[in-house]
């Protein structure tokens, strides 16, 4: 006050007094005044989140793919059972395989009559996504809550408690979470199955290795789509390597000794679900040349597929993490992805979904139509758009079959939405998480599918030479005769319902 009553008496403007000093009340109301929205979180931060957010809904998304399997009649349990069972079968007779007790749970669990169901430990859709959803709004609750706001350091301690809590729940010895235990069970046994060398006896056996169970590839696929987590754990182990208890890089970032981790580490474990995909596509390319399989080059080609994949990693993983220097990788990343992407959809449409198997016959149909050859030498007149174009079994029908493939092409290339403006950031890294699972959800309804009909046609192949004791056998087997609701009645399944037998066949 006394300094503004000598501006008066001076005429110095007052302006250039009191806005400073307004700006400095300002300054210190906002210090002072509790933030009523929690801050944007920063690039470390948001790695924590991003992992265990694209988990729990990868979980829900598993919950959907169950929901639909039961509501279109697909016992999808037993066709990702299918190959252990008939392993479980083989080491009957020979005695050389001891079934673990997660392989257990898997082949007892075929029946929609499931025992499991009285006791609480029937893995349902609706189970799976109540779980999914509480867990998403408790992490939520976690980021947003006052000890993460005071200081972010914390964030990493809080989700490591959450991660703790809910493994002591499952773990927990409770009736209301057997279901758990028992997915959690199934989980670890796949994993461990992934790095299983089935390969080890290549030169002791004079078989050769195993093949790769049917339930191994799809849990691997799945964890493919799951690269981008395992390159988040990666940056995460990067940061528990280099930086300091404050969470500030104790060296320079850009050192000799900082800058090849700070680049590979995140690669190879974004790279790592590809690698062990490849490698079982090697396992089943041996499998396929010791028994003279004329299809076994197809495993060579989708390992091939996989093998695309790795090298965009490593060009975004640099571009990601050193901008300035990889300005130039721009058009080299966009060609590497757009080769990936483009391989990878034909193959889920042609080799996964069993969909536009014959391409002459689109040409046939479109310039003249009338009848075409199809599978064995047969003749299909009329052939209508599904039969040429998709299949002619549809389980999920014409509609919704479409609208997966229309989906899956334009998420295949989703990776497009970081040359606009729309999402930047940790954002957009999250975005492209969550779309590339969704992504996958709607590809496995499409790839149990169609892996139904492939075992329902060795069945039915394979029907005449068989022992009948091997399939009918109710006193324990584990193979079981498929029903008659299990058998679309379509025109081209006609021969494959006959071949089935007299019974389904009547029916």
């Not at 995909?277 to 399989?293: E, S, W, Y």
């Not at 003749?379 to 029908?397: K, N």
Request: glycine share 6%.
């Amino acid at each position: 006050d006394e300094v503004e009553e000598g501006c008066e008496v001076l005429n110095y403007p007052l302006e250039q007094i009191r806005k400073p000093k307004q700006a400095n009340k300002q300054q210190q109301k906002r210090k002072m005044a509790p933030s009523s929205s929690s801050p944007p979180l920063s690039g470390h931060s948001a790695v924590i989140l991003r992992s265990p957010t694209v988990l729990i809904v990868s979980i829900g998304l598993w919950g959907m793919n169950v929901f639909f399997f039961r509501l279109f009649g697909i016992k999808y349990r037993y066709v990702l059972n299918y190959d252990l069972m008939k392993e479980k079968e083989e080491a009957k007779h020979k005695g050389s395989h001891a079934v673990t007790a997660a392989e257990r749970d898997l082949t007892d669990d075929e029946d929609d009559d499931d025992p499991d169901d009285r006791s609480g430990a029937s893995i349902t859709w609706n189970k799976l996504v109540l779980f999914s959803m509480t867990s998403l709004l408790i992490l939520q609750v976690i980021a947003r809550s006052d000890f993460v706001k005071k200081d972010e350091s914390n964030l990493p301690f809080a989700v490591f408690f959450f991660y703790v809590a809910v493994l002591v729940y499952i773990i927990f010895p409770i009736s209301s979470n057997r279901w758990m235990r028992k997915s959690f069970s199934i989980v670890l046994q796949r994993t461990y199955e992934l790095f299983n060398p089935r390969c080890s006896c290549i030169f002791s056996d004079a078989n050769g290795p195993r093949p790769i169970p049917f339930i191994d590839v799809f849990y691997a696929d799945a964890m493919c789509s799951m690269s981008k987590v395992f390159a988040d754990w990666g940056t995460l182990l990067y940061i528990a390597m280099y930086y300091d208890s404050k969470g500030q890089n104790g060296k320079d970032d850009n050192s000799e000794n900082t800058l090849v981790p700070r680049i590979c580490i995140p690669a190879a474990f974004a790279a790592l679900p590809y690698v062990l995909r490849a490698r079982q596509c090697l396992i089943m390319h041996t499998v396929g040349r010791i028994k003279n399989d004329p299809k076994r080059y197809q495993h060579l080609a989708n390992a091939l597929k996989y093998g695309t994949s790795i090298f965009p990693i490593c060009v975004a993983t640099y571009q990601g993490l050193l901008p300035d220097q990889a300005k130039g990788l721009d058009n080299v990343l966009v060609t590497l992805q757009t080769i990936n992407a483009s391989y990878a959809l034909y193959w889920d449409i042609v080799m996964d979904w069993g969909m536009m198997q014959n391409p002459t016959a689109v040409v046939q149909v479109a310039c003249a139509g009338g009848a075409y050859p199809m599978e064995g030498g047969s003749i299909q007149p009329q052939p209508t758009c599904q039969h040429v174009l998709m299949r002619p079994r549809l389980r999920f029908g014409l509609l919704l079959s479409a609208l997966i493939m229309s989906a899956d092409c334009v998420l295949r290339f989703s990776w497009l939405l970081k040359f606009t403006t729309i999402l930047t950031g940790g954002n957009l890294l999250l975005v492209t998480q969550l779309l590339e699972v969704f992504r996958r959800g709607i590809w496995n309804l499409l790839r149990v599918e169609w892996e139904n009909i492939k075992q329902q046609r060795k069945m039915g192949k394979h029907h005449h030479d068989t022992n009948a004791s091997s399939l009918d056998d109710s006193s324990g087997s584990e193979m079981q005769p498929l029903k008659e609701n299990d058998i679309e009645r379509s025109p081209q399944s006609f021969s494959t319902i006959m071949q089935l037998g007299p019974k389904v066949a009547t029916a």
